[in-house]
């Protein structure tokens, strides 16, 4: 079989498709045949060697792919052959709280990734994907739907009527309007774009701010919330964002804390004086993965693909994703 492998330290034009031996399902696990992977803007910071987390000197890179069932090893009673499956971001996360150690089973990260055309996997640790879903969307899902869901879906979870802010329109942002919307609530989104901002209207956003024109965004959130501010806030943007984000929340709000596009720091008074909960939100579990989809298929939501690249051509995906000009999801057909 084909696989890219990444050497830690080496650029973008090394990270090389190479011929590995094909793997075999062995007892309790399933042999995918890789139809579909997405790209994360983690995957740039893995072959970037700025990924916050450790990971492997080589590695075949990406963690959210979707494929088929091609052959189930001795005792395996999840999957059957045909099915379609997605593995999960943190492969030893299946329910309950993460544990540090979760934080290292990471596909395409701590683990080999699935960039590659068959990929085998203990069958717990895969899930079966969204019937109403193609392999291009499925594959969207392990790690930025995953991420926005847990935001709006964990401790204290949004409701009705609630209002939602989500910075910028790339994969996380764009999966949390998506769920918010079908969930009742209200949403704010961010973006550098107005042709964004109006593909961000055409998913169901109630009000648009561009962060660029209006650098002190926190105001107008404010103005849409008649003073009271956005009562869960994804926090994709980071310490360049945060300050703007604190002042957008309402009293007893909730920040989750997720990306870091933007870099900068924040004096903690901020916090203290408003009164926000900051959470850190690392994807979710298996668990938090079946509820999700779920609510994918009873609202029929559909993951947005903004473009497919061929396998061949990741580098260029990755590429593309850098100059974040993408609207939703990148794909890579496998
Ligand atoms: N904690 C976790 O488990 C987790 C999971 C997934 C992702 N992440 C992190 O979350 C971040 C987003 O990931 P992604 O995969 O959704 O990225 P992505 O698809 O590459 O999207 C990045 C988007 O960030 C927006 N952006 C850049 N600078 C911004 C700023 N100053 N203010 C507001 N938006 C800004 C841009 O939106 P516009 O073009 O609209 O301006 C850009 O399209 C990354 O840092 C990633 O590492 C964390």
Known sequence: MKAYRYTMGSTLDELALVDLPDPIAGPGQVLLRMRAASLNYRDLLVVQGRYPRGQLDVISPLSDGCGEVVAVGEGVDRFAVGDSAIPLFFQSWLRGPMLDSDGESALGGSLDGVAAQYRVFDADKVIRAPRNLNFAQAATLPCAALTAWNGLHGPRPLVAGE???????????????????????????????????????????????????????????????????????????????????????????????IGLVAPGQIDPVHVLLAGVTLRGTEVGSREMFEAMNRSIEKSRIEPLVDRVFEFEELPAALRYLEQASHFGKVVIRI
């Open 163 to 257: 209002t939602l802010l989500t910075l910028g329109t790339g994969g996380v942002s764009t999966f949390a309007l998506q769920f918010a919307h079908a969930a009742g609530a209200r949403v704010i989104v961010t973006s550098s774009s107005d042709e964004k901002l109006a593909k961000a209207r055409a998913l169901g956003a109630d009000c648009t701010i561009n962060y660029r024109e209006h650098p002190e965004w926190s105001a107008k959130v404010r103005e849409f919330t008649n003073g009271r501010g956005a009562d869960h806030v994804i926090e994709t943007g980071g310490g360049g964002t945060m300050l703007e984000s604190v002042r957008s929340t309402a009293r007893n709000g909730w920040i989750h804390v």
